[in-house]
Structure formats: structure tokens, C-alpha cells
């Protein structure tokens, strides 16, 4: 097809949302192929990124390389062998020379690999060496095939190498990218001009060009960067468009310092943190003022968010209005109710507690007091926002482990209240670059340091199953003390795919085999709602010994007298995951004990293991876990709407998170609209990467 290089940058925009069909060069076989790839659309293939790049500007001689270096080399394929030394194991070696020295290439169980090389053709090789059986091997190598006697244009070269799939070769998918590049590249620069003058970034169509094929190291680093800039500045422009579709409402200004609020902090039986001080500050600031509070608090564990919380709540019924308070389960709720409760009643604010557990008559009651203004607070579960829940005058949600919610959830419970504030916390660490790149349209608070300071910290221990009699042996050794214990397992029944503890089977062993003399319970997600309450409040009041468990107990239970606990199969839980388990024990006046089972056999299981042994500061695991399984794991599932990070890295790019913040912000705030026809293609641009986005960004 004809080059589209010279078209007007604003048509050769509009032609990145025609089928990938229309490129040069991909017919219908190229078409199913790419579209495994998830490129369905010209923009899609000029936008696949490479991964990795292959070096052939330095090139080491074979003689020359060292064990534990990483290079690239080039030489000829002199032998390609594969070999069965075991059952389930085939090994694929391609020995390559270049007349100075070997060097053998190896893949493990990838037989198909063999087919991939022939005798006499030239090839590079790039990865780290290692020295196995007296031979340089680079295991995994990243490869590309010269041609038959090497071919000299590409040697000199920064290649690309892109994700590819079956029926399309690397260097195939190499033309198509560069077709789509000089066809569809020049397109508009919808990053306003002083901003990228700014920034000192590149243009866009050159950064394009650059990041696919670089002419050098540092052309390719100042692409990356502008690219990942854009990527940021069009997410945050989105959430900028959100916050500012709240602060243009008009909500209740709250009264600070009424009775409610009076009551509470004289009769608090601690003294509040700096950090919780600032906290409530910050809330309390937000209420008095009329723009809609959107604040996120984020603590890590026991460091006190449901006091800051109460104040909050305090503050709403102080001030004549109402207020609601939603946990993920029914647990958490119940555990809410039963710690705030009394505050509140003793400050003379009457509430409930609603839940899909709640009996008909008592929720009857309890929606009846909602709806004419007689109860001033609700703990619950998503049963507050069901279709017949509603209020009189709700000013205030507050949403606990927001993430746990979808955002219907949780922006239903503020629809419950016209321009309600809203305070989201966690008691999950999250990284502050992946805080501001999800929530950037939350003004945050934090509380990392723990109340209690006289408390002992717990100890945590990595131990090899042959430890596991001494474990059980600490467990009966608190017991005996008089104190509790929980085991936690990854699953809850057996799997054929998945060779982990289950709770239900290890329950019953425990409680038939290992610890016959002792109580043990068992607690899993798939219990009805009514029976989990039932299982906790008996191991509150001490009525079990040994609580199995899945995950369902890692936010938020407070059980004081619980001061050890074993996790099963610790590798398959991530370091949030082990922190937040880790602070159901050592909450009272002993010291708690956190002992983990790994199957560490792969370099990341082990490197987390020391972590979660060597720090107690959740967001410096958090940001850990974040650098070692990436953002995509850390979160779980994305947030609605939100657009792909290609290129943006969370761990790396924290200069260009806050910049592109800022920047949002600013354009926004001066224009919310985006109305000024300079600022068309980046509306576009909005438009495109968020899905629905004005739906998306109203709904705030």
C-alpha cells in the first residue's frame, strides 16, 4: 500500500484506529497471528514496544568472554545436539564458533529449539555467561540469525527484539513494526509544547522512530522516557478530570468540635501518633471545607487508621448529618462495629450495623433509622448499598480495604449522599508511585509508625518443613500459656493441579493427629457469611486453641491473645499478602511469632523470603514486591478504565509519576474541559487510551 508518511499528522492519527489488515505487508495469516498479540489496529503495531534490544554495535570475541558477563557474540553454528539425560528433561545445545573460541547456547525442555538453527549459518548470541563442565554457555540465549555467511548490514545495528507468537518470526515482525513506523509514524504531538519544552522530552513522531529503532543507547533512553511520560501524563489528565469533577459540587462544610468529637478525644485511652494527628488533620481539614473531600489513607498494619476513622465519623454526626462506614467482609465489619461502636454510643451517637447476616426484622429497623435520619452512623458490608438502603443525609463514606471493592461498589456508597466526602483507607502498603498512578485523583495521607511503641515486636522465622514438629511444639507451648494460634494454608480444598496444605484437609489432620488435646477450628472464604462470624467471635473469646485459616483473616482481625502463626506453602503468597498475616499476631501484650514453610527453590521466592524476615515496614516491602513480580500482580486486577502501561515502569519512573501529576493537574485545573482546540489532540488522545473515559471520569 501507499506510504502514509506524508499524509497530515492528524489523518495519519485517525488512521491508527483502522484494522492492522491495512498495513503494509500483513496479510491474513500475518492478521491472526498479531492479533494473538493482542495488536488489532495500526496503532497497536506501531505501539508494540520492544522488550529487549539485541547489541551488535560491540560484539567480544568467543576467546574473550568471562563467566558472570553479560555480552553478545557472534559466530557460526558448528554443531546443534539434543540430549535426554532424565525422563521429563531434554536439553538443546547450538554450539557456535567465530575462530577464536565455543560457546555453547543451551535451552532447557524447549526440544522445538533444535529445529531452529542450521549447521553453517551465522548467528549472535546475547545473555550472561556461565562456565558448566569446563564450556562458556549462555542459557536462554536472546538470538538472532544472521544469515549464511553473516550478514554485515546488521552487524553495527541496535536490533529490536518484540514479543512475538508462533507463525511469525522476529525479524518478520521486525519489518512489519518498521512498515507501520514509516507508514503511520508522523503523526500529531498531542503533548502541549511547553510542557515537553519543559520536560526536555523528544517529539513524539521521533521518539516513535527511536524506541523501535535506535541509533544509539542514549537515543533510546530519551525515547523510553518520553514515551513513558506520555503514557503517565494521559492517565493522570484522566484522574485530574475525575478530581475535578468533584471539586466543582458543592458539599457540606462540617462543624469541627462539636460534643460527639469532644467526648471522643477526652476519653481516648492512648495518645494519638504524629503521624495519626496529621491524619486527622488532614480529614478533618478536608470536612470543614465545602469542595467534597477524596482523600486515601493509607497504614500500614497496626498503625491505628479506625481512630482516625471514629474522629471523622464524630465530626459528620456532630454536625447534624450521617455517616457510613463499609469493610469487604462481614468479619471486618462486625470487627468495626464491635471496636467503634462503643465510642460512638459513649459519645452519644447512635448507629448500626448492617450486614446480609443482619436478621429481616433488625435490618428493617435498621434501614427504616437510615432513611428518616435517626441513626447517625452505619458499619456494613456492600449491603449499604443495596437498592433499598438509603439515607437521610449522608455526608460522609468512609470505604476500608477500598481495594478490594470494585468501583461501582465503591462509588456507590457515596451516590447514597449528595456530594458526600469520601475517605478511602488500606491497611495494605502500596508503593506512593503506584499510589499516584491509581488513585491520582486522591489526595493521600499516611501512617507508618505503630502506636504502641512499648509493644515486642513479632519475629519472624523462614524454616524448612523439618522444622515443622518444632513449630507444632510452639503452638502447644503458647497454648499452654494460655495464648492461641492460627495456621494459615494457600487453598482451601485439595487441588490436582496444585501440590499445597488445603485448609479443610489440614484441619482435620491437625485436629485428629497433631494437636487431638486442643481446639482446633477451621475458617475458609467459602463459609456462608453467618458462619465465619460465628467461628471468629468463638476464637475471641478464647474457645479455640488453633484456628486454620485461609487468607480470609489477612486484613484487619484483632485478636489480641493470638501470638503465633504458621504459614503453609509461603512462597505462593506475595510480601503485602505475608506482612498483612503477619500483623494478626503480636496485636497484644506478648511478643508474636510469624513462622513461614517456603518451597523457595526459584531465585524470587528466595529473595522474598529475606525480606519478609529482614523488615517489618510494610511500604518498603510493598515496594519489594512491587520491583520483584511488577505492578500487574501487585494489584491483582487492574482498576477499571484505566489504561496499559507499555513502557512506564512504577519501580523506576517516579520522577516522571509526580511530573506527569503535576503537569495533569495544572492543564486541568486552568482548563477542565479540554475545550481549547489546542488542546484537541490530547482530549483525543484521553478519549482513546481510557475506556469510556468521560463515563469513566463523570462517575467521580
Known amino acids: 500500500m501507499a506510504s502514509h508518511a506524508r499524509q497530515d499528522p492528524a489523518a495519519t492519527r485517525a488512521a491508527w484506529g483502522d484494522s492492522v489488515s491495512s498495513a503494509r505487508f500483513v496479510d491474513a495469516a500475518r492478521t491472526e497471528a498479531l492479533s494473538r498479540l493482542g495488536i488489532q489496529t495500526v496503532g497497536d503495531l506501531v505501539c508494540h514496544y520492544p522488550f529487549r534490544y539485541l547489541d551488535l554495535t560491540e560484539t567480544a570475541a568467543l576467546l574473550h568472554v568471562k563467566p558472570g558477563t553479560d555480552v553478545t557474540v557472534v559466530g557460526r553454528v558448528h554443531a546443534v545436539n539434543v540430549k535426554k539425560p532424565r525422563p521429563r528433561l531434554t536439553i538443546v545445545e547450538v554450539a557456535i564458533v567465530d575462530g577464536t573460541g565455543v560457546l555453547l547456547g543451551v535451552w532447557f525442555n524447549q526440544p522445538y529449539m533444535a529445529s531452529r538453527f542450521v549447521e553453517g549459518e551465522h548467528v549472535a548470541f546475547a545473555g550472561r555467561v556461565t562456565l558448566d563442565y569446563g564450556m562458556k554457555q549462555i542459557r536462554n540465549p536472546l538470538f538472532e540469525k544472521l544469515g549464511g555467511t553473516g550478514d554485515p548490514a546488521m552487524l553495527g545495528r541496535i536490533l529490536p527484539v518484540h514479543r512475538t507468537t508462533d507463525g511469525l518470526s522476529t525479524s518478520w515482525l521486525r519489518r512489519l513494526v518498521a512498515a507501520a513506523v514509516d507508514d503511520f509514524g508522523d503523526v500529531e504531538d498531542f503533548l502541549p509544547s511547553e510542557i515537553r519544552v519543559a520536560r526536555e522530552l523528544m517529539p513524539r513522531r521521533a521518539a516513535l522512530r527511536a524506541v523501535q529503532f535506535p541509533s544509539s543507547h542514549a537515543e533510546c533512553r530519551a525515547a523510553r522516557r518520553r514515551l513513558a511520560f506520555e503514557e503517565l501524563f494521559v492517565l493522570q489528565v484522566g ?24 467526648h471522643l478525644v477526652q476519653n481516648l485511652p492512648f495518645e494519638l501518633t504524629c503521624e495519626q494527628c496529621g491524619a486527622r488533620d488532614d480529614v478533618l481539614g478536608d ?28 465530626v459528620a454526626a456532630d454536625s447534624g448529618h450521617q455517616a457510613a462506614m ?13 471496636k467503634v461502636g462503643p465510642m ?34 452505619a458499619f456494613g458490608t456492600h449491603a449499604l448499598i443495596e437498592k433499598g438502603v438509603s439515607f437521610a443525609d449522608l455526608s460522609l463514606a468512609i470505604v476500608d480495604e477500598q481495594h478490594r471493592f470494585g468501583v461501582a461498589q465503591r462509588l456507590g456508597l457515596r451516590s447514597k449522599g449528595a456530594a458526600t466526602d469520601l475517605l478511602v483507607m488500606t491497611a495494605t502498603p502500596i508503593p506512593r508511585s503506584l499510589a499516584l498512578t491509581l488513585y491520582g485523583d486522591l489526595d493521600t495521607s499516611y501512617l507508618r509508625e505503630r502506636p504502641i511503641s512499648n509493644t515486642p515486636q513479632t519475629v519472624t522465622e523462614v524454616v524448612p518443613v523439618s ?112 506482612h498483612q498475616l503477619r500483623g494478626r499476631v503480636g496485636r497484644g501484650e506478648h511478643p508474636g511469632r510469624f513462622i513461614l514453610f517456603p518451597d523457595a527453590r526459584t531465585e524470587e521466592s528466595r529473595r522474598r523470603m529475606e525480606a519478609i524476615s529482614s523488615t517489618n515496614d510494610g511500604f518498603e516491602l510493598a515496594r519489594l514486591d512491587m520491583t520483584l513480580r511488577g505492578e500487574g500482580q501487585i494489584l491483582g486486577q487492574r482498576q477499571s478504565g484505566l489504561p496499559e502501561l507499555k513502557l512506564a515502569d512504577l519501580t523506576e519512573d517516579m520522577d516522571l509519576v509526580e511530573a506527569a501529576r ?34 469513566w471520569v463523570s462517575s467521580g
Open 467 to 578: 522444622r515443622r514438629r518444632a513449630a507444632y511444639d510452639a503452638i502447644r507451648s503458647e497454648v499452654a500459656a494460655g495464648r492461641q494460634a492460627y495456621i494459615v494454608c494457600a487453598l482451601v480444598d485439595e487441588s490436582d493441579s496444585a501440590q499445597a496444605r488445603a485448609a479443610v484437609k489440614e484441619a482435620d489432620r491437625l485436629a485428629t493427629q497433631v494437636f487431638p488435646d486442643l481446639r482446633v477450628g477451621l475458617l475458609t472464604g467459602r463459609m456462608v457469611p453467618a458462619e465465619k462470624s460465628k467461628v471468629m467471635d468463638a476464637f475471641r473469646r478464647g474457645e479455640i486453641d488453633v484456628l486454620v485459616s485461609t487468607t480470609v483473616i489477612e486484613v484487619g482481625i484483632d485478636v489480641p491473645n493470638a501470638t503465633i502463626m504458621i504459614v503453609e506453602d509461603a512462597e505462593r503468597f506475595g510480601l503485602a499478602q505475608l
Open 344 to 377: 460512638m454510643s459513649a459519645a452519644g451517637v447512635p448507629w448500626a450495623l448492617l450486614t446480609g447476616s443482619t436478621p429481616a426484622r433488625r435490618r428493617r429497623e435498621i434501614v427504616a433509622g437510615l432513611a428518616d435520619g435517626s441513626l447517625c452512623v
Open 662 to 695: 503535576d503537569d495533569a493537574r495544572a492543564i486541568v485545573d486552568t482548563e477542565p474541559g479540554l475545550d481549547d482546540p489546542r488542546n484537541g489532540p490530547l482530549r483525543h488522545e484521553v478519549e482513546q487510551r481510557f475506556d469510556a473515559v468521560w463515563e
Open 287 to 314: 470536612m470543614a471545607s465545602s469542595v467534597p473531600a477524596n482523600r486515601m489513607l493509607l497504614g500500614d498494619v497496626g498503625t491505628g487508621k479506625t481512630v482516625v476513622a471514629a474522629h471523622a465519623l464524630c
Open 239 to 262: 484522574l485530574a478530570l475525575r478530581r475535578h469533577a468533584v471539586q466543582v459540587l458543592t458539599g457540606v462544610a462540617h462543624q469541627i468540635g462539636g460534643p460527639a468529637l469532644g
Open 326 to 338: 463499609m469493610a469487604p467482609t462481614e468479619v471486618l465489619a462486625t470487627q468495626y462495629a464491635d
